[in-house]
């Protein structure tokens, strides 16, 4: 009898200890092992690739022309010893202006979430400065994107941002030397 009560008490201690050992699963559910995490909180982050190019011109002709002519008769009464005299004058303006300009960028930066829209898509924001010898180029962006616009490398193009804000600014001793000094810009503003 003892030995069944203790072949009982040993048989009922394993199946406890198994128990407990099948219940921890290494299985996690809030883990989705099919499809890529996709960002969808503040704070995740992004990467844009940014492959942005512009080309503008525009041309402005001006064909002015202008003619005055004035003439005085004789004078009357006592004022008749002056003479008749004219007055013409002539003025001609023209001018011809085209400006062109291309911008192209290409680079990768990486966008914080700031803010989660009611309808799911995500407010993105990224600065990116980068410095060489005594130059600094900032680069900045700020838009919305669609979590499923998002591929398997985390990654979106800049062209599926929407109100996209993209900026890029330049400040050292280039960007000092390329702009107007002050006297050049007062004339222009009068000018």
Known sequence: MKKVVLFIICFVFIAVCFEYAF????WNDKVN????????SIGDIINVRVVESTKTSDAGKTDLKKDTASSVSNGLGILNFIRAFGLTTAASNKGDGTTSRTYSATTLISCIVTDVLPNGNLVIEGTRDLKTNDETLQLQIIG???????D????IRSDLIANADIGIKGKGSLSRLQKPGILTQ???AIF
């Open 144 to 150: 919305v994107i669609r979590p499923q616009d998002v």
């Open 33 to 40: 092992w099919v499809t890529d995490k996709r960002p969808s």
């Open 152 to 155: 398997a490398r985390n990654q």
């Open 23 to 26: 219940a921890s699963s290494l």
């Open 186 to 188: 007062i004339l222009q």
